[in-house]
């Protein structure tokens, strides 16, 4: 079963830092470009960014709100797609969902910023 | 990148067709054939309904068809159904080698 499996997500302080994890199955990851999406409480989905497979380059592409702050990267021998956020701000509060953009989605892990 | 610009709502009787459309620019929508509508039931994860403009993944129903012109894009639902009941959502790929998703559009089946 294609399966995607979001994790790391939970409270953290304007400013400060956390990394969320996703672990893929079903699938040849390796090949996959990855990407994440964010969902802030009632509102619209954002696209944050993207890895494609080292074939491919494995380059990242962010949208502007993260761009410097967040970084993302994959471990294919794990089949593990991480997400890292730093100087994290209220505005950064959402679900944030990993997908072999746009095909498959996992469930999504909640992101509060807080103080 | 400002969000592509889809109805808040859209609503139909069970039966009936709607069309949600998704404007967009010449630097998204215009340029490119990677667009994408997804589908979001509350609390759920986004479900692929169509991608690359108008190509259907397998499981999804042929009611739903996906078509462009010029910067607009268009999803439509044939014999509407009380589960197609959701939020709608548009994605196309960018000039700036991103993704921007629409504003989101609320189905209703009445």
């Not at chain 1, 990394?19 to 954002?46: D, H, I, Y």
């Not at chain 1, 746009?102 to 999504?108: E, H, L, R």
């Given at each position: 079963e294609v399966q995607l499996v979001e994790s790391g997500g939970g409270l953290v302080k304007p400013g400060g830092s956390l990394?969320?994890?996703?672990?893929?199955?079903?699938?040849?990851?390796?090949?996959?470009?990855?990407?994440?999406?964010?969902?802030?409480?009632?509102?619209?989905?954002?696209?944050?960014?993207r890895i494609k497979s080292k074939t491919d380059g494995g380059t990242t592409d962010y949208a502007a709100p993260v761009k410097g702050r967040f970084?993302?990267?994959r471990d294919d021998s794990?089949?593990?797609?991480?997400?890292?956020?730093?100087?994290?701000?209220?505005?950064?509060?959402?679900?944030?969902?990993?997908?072999?953009?746009?095909?498959?989605?996992?469930?999504?892990?909640?992101?509060?910023?807080?103080s | 990148q400002s969000a592509l610009t889809q109805p808040a709502s859209v609503s139909g009787s069970p039966g009936q067709s709607i069309t949600i459309s998704c404007t967009g620019t010449?630097?998204?929508?215009?340029?490119?054939?990677?667009?994408s509508w997804f589908q979001q039931h509350p609390g759920k994860a986004p479900k692929l309904m169509i991608y690359d403009v108008s190509k259907r993944p397998s499981g999804v129903s042929n009611r739903f068809s996906g078509s462009k012109s010029g910067?607009?894009?268009?999803?439509?639902?044939?014999g509407l159904q009380a589960e197609d009941e959701a939020d709608y959502y548009?994605?196309?790929?960018?000039?700036?080698?991103?993704?921007?998703?629409?504003?989101?559009t609320k189905v209703t089946v009445l």
């Open positions: 990394r969320l994890s996703c672990a893929a199955s079903g699938f040849t990851f390796s090949n996959a470009w990855m990407s994440w999406v964010r969902q802030a409480p009632g509102k619209g989905l954002e696209w944050v960014g970084t993302i990267s794990k089949n593990t797609l991480y997400l890292q956020m730093s100087s994290l701000k209220t505005e950064d509060t959402a679900v944030y969902y990993c997908s072999t953009f746009p095909y498959i989605w996992g469930q999504g892990t909640l992101v509060t910023v807080s | 010449s630097s998204d929508i215009g340029t490119y054939n990677y667009v910067n607009t894009a268009s999803l439509t639902i044939s548009c994605n196309s790929y960018t000039s700036s080698s991103t993704y921007v998703f629409g504003t989101g």
